[in-house]
């Protein structure tokens, strides 16, 4: 099946930056979108920013300017460049790949990756 694997989160302070990472691998027919979540604890699940497969990109309101979400569709990679972060930014951000996996019978939808905790402390 898909897997996805996240890198680069960690510590920061207020004002630095992060870049994470994230690979796609396994049995991947197609990818369309890709993009990243975030858990704050005791908070739903959010939408950061979101790419298309034609590198259209959205992004939530709160890291608009300071967010940037790109792709390598060779690499099946996803990368979110973190900017100016704010202690409001920690969170566990988790990886989001839109496809279709065909070792499970072409079944289309989301998958996810475990996760990477980012913390900004002030």
């Not at 939530?60 to 990679?77: C, E, L, P, Q």
């Amino acid at each position: 099946q898909v897997q996805l694997v996240e890198s680069g989160g960690g510590l920061v302070q207020f004002g630095g930056s992060l870049r994470l990472s994230c690979a796609a691998s396994g049995k991947i027919f197609s990818i369309n979108t890709m993009g990243w979540y975030r858990q704050a604890p005791g908070k739903e699940r959010e939408l950061v920013a979101v790419i298309s497969s034609g590198s259209s990109t959205n992004y939530a309101d709160s890291v608009k300017g300071r967010f940037t979400i790109s792709r390598d569709n060779a690499k099946n990679t996803v990368y979110l460049q973190m900017n100016s972060l704010k202690p409001e930014d920690t969170a566990v951000y988790y990886c989001n790949v839109r496809g279709v996996d065909s070792g499970r019978y072409f079944y289309t939808g989301d998958f996810w990756g475990p996760g990477t905790q980012v913390t900004v402390s002030s």
